[in-house]
Nanobody, 126 residues
Framework: QVQLVESGGGLVQPGGSLTLSCVAS????????MKWYRQPPGKEREEVAS????????NYADSVKGRFTISRDNEKKTVYLQLNNLKAEDTTMYLC???????????????????WGKGTPVNVSS
């Protein structure tokens, strides 16, 4: 079974830092790009950061560029998001999905699917 378990969120003051972790299982983690998403209340879902399978290339949303850092450890099957200089607008649930995981179905066909965990909450407040 594909599973994604996020952790590391919590309550921090503006300007503080957090390290989020996402432990994956049930698929060949080292061959998949990984992403972090968030969806603040009243705003559209936002892809915060992404990282290629090798970890050598990363991308960030303009809203977090220079403040957040995505990384991965393929031996531990874990992707991380380091959040620095946090702002109140960063408050929301953070999730680490994997997209297009190929599985063979009972009818013999192959299907690419997305999998999501429950997320970890980040609350930036004084």
């Amino acid at each position: 079974q594909v599973q994604l378990v996020e952790s590391g969120g919590g309550l921090v003051q503006p300007g503080g830092s957090l390290t989020l972790s996402c432990v994956a299982s049930g698929f060949d983690f080292s061959t998949y790009a990984m992403k972090w998403y968030r969806q603040p209340p009243g705003k559209e879902r936002e892809e915060v950061a992404s990282i290629v399978p090798s970890g050598s290339i990363t991308n960030y949303a303009d809203s977090v560029k220079g403040r957040f850092t995505i990384s991965r450890d393929n031996e531990k099957k874990t992707v991380y998001l380091q959040l620095n200089n946090l702002k109140a607008e960063d408050t929301t649930m953070y999730l680490c999905p994997v997209h297009a995981v190929i599985n063979q179905q009972s009818n013999g066909r192959y299907l690419g699917s997305s999998y999501w965990g429950k997320g970890t909450p980040v609350n930036v407040s004084s």
